[in-house]
Nanobody, 126 residues
């Protein structure tokens, strides 16, 4: 299983960006994706959890992004999104996605694992 994050970029403060994180089957077949998360890491800071969407669609957010960011998922496409509005300079970071995935491998066995995407840079300027 591979996760591919995309959608980052350079945006003026107050603007918006939409990040995507798509899970694909390097080999085998995805059976189920449970929790999907967005993290971010700013220079010199620890990685922090930004938002979570469960397999049932429940969502939760860090206080710093509540009411500005919206996490969602499309189970048919194995894809998660993060709509970021009213961006601030302090949102500048590399954004990473991860997901808890149950997959059927080529030997016909179920494997559960947590997978990470490669990160996408978000830079907010004045």
């Amino acid at each position: 299983v591979q996760l591919q994050a995309s959608g980052g970029g350079l945006v003026q403060a107050g603007g918006s960006l939409r990040l995507s994180c798509a899970a694909s089957e390097a080999s085998g077949k995805i059976s189920r994706i449970d929790d999907m998360n967005w993290y971010r890491q700013a220079p010199g800071k620890e990685r922090e959890l930004v938002a979570t969407v469960t397999g049932g669609g429940s969502t939760s957010y860090a206080d710093s992004v509540k009411d500005r960011f919206t996490i969602s998922r499309d189970n048919a496409k194995h894809t998660m999104y993060l709509q970021m509005n009213s961006l601030k300079s302090e949102d500048t970071a590399v954004y990473y996605c991860n997901a808890d995935v149950l997959a059927l491998n080529t030997r016909g066995e179920f494997e559960a694992g947590r997978y990470w995407g490669q990160g996408t840079q978000v830079t907010v300027y004045w």
